[in-house]
């Protein structure tokens, strides 16, 4: 049996990526990206985390978050809480991207049937 795997973010699964133009939010704030969002969140400090939701585009966000102090807790688990927060509000907030990844579920879970 083969089980169906999602190694790049191109074509029809591109809006799986934390890159794709969909607001995201994080600690009642709303970012452009999930990328946004996720770089945020490896910090408490609100400056740089306005200054990470100001960046023009979600490669510059990574970049900026790239250079932080992470946060406490943030390699023991926190990133993933973190990813899992950004992740759920991407998706309730753009309907049309949450219908997209339950029928992409629908087709991978058939697939190892």
Avoid: C
């Avoid at 910090?43 to 490669?59: L, M, W």
């Amino acid at each position: 049996m083969s089980i169906a795997v999602i190694d790049k973010f191109r074509d029809e699964h591109r809006f799986l990526s934390n890159f794709w133009p969909a607001p995201a939010v994080y600690d009642g704030r709303t970012y452009p990206t999930a990328e946004h969002a996720y770089q945020a969140a490896k910090t408490q400090s609100p400056d740089i985390r306005e200054a990470i939701g100001q960046e023009p585009k979600p490669f510059a966000a990574k970049t900026h978050g790239s250079t932080l102090h992470l946060r406490q807790g943030w390699t023991e688990g926190l990133d993933v809480i973190a990813m899992s927060e950004v992740l759920s509000s991407k998706f309730r907030l753009s309907p049309d991207l949450g219908r997209q990844l339950m029928a992409m579920i629908t087709l991978l879970r058939m697939s190892v049937l």
